[in-house]
């Protein structure tokens, strides 16, 4: 069975401040970790891929196998940030996406 | 290229009644899946679809179906409503190839309110 856990409903910070969104996952083969993100009124989007090793919008993430997490990092969030995020993982080919619950973030001027 | 689509955006139905969502994936997509999504219980998958076969299949009752058409269009069906169907019915298109990242791309979802 495959599971993401994102332990924080709501993560508030200001403007300027570090921020980290945790997502922990449970899988027994090599799974694929994404970020989605979705701003007020628009639809879900892709932000990150593990597989990438990229930086979108400031934002970091790096697959931690021993610790089966995936958390989501950003060194100066800006107000602009605010918004549900979503840790998904995909098991192979079993060609499904598991979502964690999200984390709704909050950035404060 | 155009995003996924989804009509109709919005429907209210009665207990009991039948629904069919439709959806369009971006061009040269072959994958689509469809997942519900409620406050509760946040995004749920419920199947996949490619080249017109159903690859997988999430957790729901057989009143929640769905097919593919050639030109990789969608619809689901669900049947019998209850009012716990409410919900924002999601669509996400992607290549499907195997061995590919399997990345998905969402459409704006169909909000469907059972009265």
């Known amino acids: 069975a495959q599971r993401v856990t994102q332990p924080e409903k709501l993560l508030s910070v200001f403007k300027g401040a570090p921020v980290e969104l945790k997502c922990n996952y449970s899988?027994?083969?090599?799974?694929?970790l994404f970020w989605y993100v979705q701003y007020s009124r628009q639809r879900l989007q892709l932000l990150l891929r593990h597989i990438s090793r990229e930086s979108i919008k400031g934002f970091t993430a790096d697959l931690n196998k021993g610790e089966t997490s995936f958390h989501l990092k950003k060194p100066f969030a800006q107000e602009e940030d605010s918004a549900m995020y979503y840790c998904?993982?995909?098991?192979?080919?079993?060609?499904?996406?598991?979502f964690g619950k999200g984390t709704l973030l909050t950035v404060n001027p | 290229k155009a995003g996924v689509t989804q009509t109709p955006r919005y429907l209210i139905k009665t207990r009991g009644q039948q629904v069919t969502l439709s959806c369009s994936p971006i061009s040269g997509h072959r994958s689509v899946s469809w997942y519900q999504q409620t406050p509760g219980q946040g995004l749920q998958f419920l199947f996949e679809y490619f080249s017109e076969t159903q690859r997988n299949k999430g957790n729901f009752p057989g009143r929640f179906s769905g097919r593919q058409f050639s030109n990789s269009r969608s619809e689901m069906n669900v049947s019998t409503l209850e009012l716990g169907d409410s919900a924002l019915y999601l669509c996400?298109?992607?290549?499907?190839?195997?061995?590919?990242?399997?990345?998905?791309?969402f459409g704006p979802g169909t909000r469907l309110t059972v009265t």
């Open positions: 996400a298109s992607s290549p499907g190839l195997a061995g590919k990242p399997y990345e998905q791309y």
């Open positions: 899988y027994s083969g090599s799974p694929e």
């Open positions: 998904a993982l995909s098991g192979g080919s079993n060609y499904k996406l598991t």
